[in-house]
């Protein structure tokens, strides 16, 4: 057990909805990864933030939004959801994300998304 | 962009052998290197990382090995049993602005065959 807790596991919609995933990082971590990993695509960075803000960017696409609140667990925002969004999705979680020094990430269990 | 290459993607060995996974990377400036563990339904699972400042790490059956000159990097598992079974991916780490990314390889599925 990693220590991030990811929730739901599994979460079946439809083409054109929304969903929302939810990360609780470690404790006393502060920067929040999230990653796609679909069958053909491998484990893809899609967003960074670190204590609130937002970090780093990678292949997220416009209809997808993150944040990171207060008590720093993030959510990760998918809109008008077509076929090929269908991926597992991980957040993983590090002491601080910045600065010299690359922290270990560590992952969470991960959401499964099946958009039919 | 940073690019890590992985090799092989499926690799079998018998219970017992060593199995060897490679990894190359593009950016020079990278200088950490985890290695992490997928079975199957689960999260990846990080084994062991290696720093640029050190050439080989071992954690039991597991040893890392790092050539920053030719930019590349290896997982050694000896003495291989059913439960290393799993996909194994290696990350090189990148920074920009301060902020940190972990760039995966393709992965290697893993089978110990009894």
């Known amino acids: 057990d990693s220590g991030v807790t990811q929730t739901p596991k599994h979460l079946i919609t439809a083409t054109g909805q929304r969903v929302t995933l939810r990360c609780s990082p470690r404790s006393g971590d502060l920067s929040v990864y999230w990653y796609q990993q679909s069958l053909d695509q491998g484990l893809q960075f899609l967003i960074q933030y670190y204590n609130g803000e937002e970090r780093a960017k990678g292949n997220i696409l416009e209809r997808f939004s993150a944040q990171q609140f207060p008590d720093l667990h993030s959510e990760l925002n998918l809109s008008s959801l077509e076929l090929g969004d269908s991926a597992l999705y991980f957040c993983?979680?590090?002491?601080?994300?910045?600065?010299?020094?690359?922290?270990?990430?560590?992952f969470g269990p991960g959401t499964r998304l099946t958009v039919l | 962009g940073e690019n890590v290459e992985q090799h092989p993607s499926t690799l079998s060995v018998q219970e017992g052998d060593s199995a060897v996974i490679k990894c190359t990377y593009s950016d020079s400036a990278s200088n950490y290197f985890p290695w992490y563990k997928q079975e199957l339904g689960k999260g990846p699972q990080l084994i062991i990382d290696?720093?640029?400042?050190?050439g080989e790490k071992k954690d039991q059956r597991i040893a890392v090995t790092l050539n920053k000159t030719a930019k590349h990097f290896s997982l050694h598992i000896t003495e291989t049993q059913p439960e290393d079974s799993a996909v194994y991916f290696c990350?090189?780490?990148?920074?920009?602005?301060?902020?940190?990314?972990?760039?995966f390889g393709q992965g290697t599925r893993l089978t110990i065959n009894p």
């Open positions: 993983a979680s590090s002491h601080s994300g910045s600065g010299g020094r690359t922290d270990t990430q560590y």
């Open positions: 290696i720093r640029s400042n050190v």
């Open positions: 990350a090189a780490s990148y920074q920009i602005q301060g902020a940190q990314k972990l760039v």
